[in-house]
């Protein structure tokens, strides 16, 4: 894969996550992710879709919007705790434990921050559903990766968790692909049944 490739992908990922946080109606903003998304994965030279599997692609299955579960919640200070993700092509990702978001009806999830360059916030999601028949990945979900681009809002400690917005890692599509997967402190019993589904 070109570097220029993937760095437009990136690029397109900020504008697209923009675009959402600019929409006054987070229902709007889920289609036009939605919409986004899919186009980036049909047409893009950096899209985690293997060949064989972009033709014939119509889009990603993506359950409908359900404002149940968009939050806006307080991040609660704990002790740093490290976490570093042991990855084939990248090394060692260190991460470090911000805090901890109560979703209510859900449970809690920790955020993490990226240790290493850039130093984005990350917050992974494992649920009840993960692996199951029409449920998500079985490694989980990405929730926020700022580093990335995949940036819903908030203001100080508080962000917003729209799970809605849950999206399956890169390597759920190709395995050539690195991902850190949701550790103990961010996966729920709950199912969660809306934003990226297995199809």
């Known amino acids: 894969m070109d570097a220029y490739d993937v760095v437009d992908w990136r690029r397109r990922v900020f504008e697209l996550y923009a675009a959402v946080r600019a929409e006054a109606d987070p229902a709007a903003g889920h289609d036009l992710w939605r919409r986004g998304r899919d186009q980036l994965f049909a047409e893009h030279p950096a899209s985690p879709l293997l060949p064989e599997r972009r033709t014939g692609f119509d889009g990603l ?6 404002p149940s579960w968009r939050f806006e919640v307080e991040v ?3 002790a740093a705790t490290p976490w570093d993700v042991q990855t084939g092509t990248d090394g060692v990702v260190p991460f470090e ?3 901890v978001v109560s979703l209510p009806g859900v449970g809690d999830l920790d955020v993490w ?3 290493s360059y850039a130093g984005g916030v990350f917050v992974p999601l494992r649920d009840g559903g993960s692996g199951t028949p029409g449920g998500s990945y079985g490694g989980g979900r990405y929730v926020l990766d700022t ?3 995949a940036d819903l809002g908030g203001d100080g400690d508080r962000l917003v968790i729209d799970l809605n917005f849950a999206y399956a890692p890169s390597c759920a599509y190709d395995p050539a692909w690195a991902c850190p997967l949701a550790p103990v402190g961010n996966r729920v019993d709950v199912v969660v049944p809306v934003g990226e589904l297995q199809p």
Do not use: F
Request: hydrophobic content about 30%.
């Open 61 to 66: 299955t993506v359950a409908p919007y359900d």
């Open 76 to 78: 609660r200070p704990t």
């Open 97 to 99: 434990r911000l805090g």
């Open 113 to 115: 921050r990226l240790r």
């Open 147 to 149: 580093v990335k681009g």
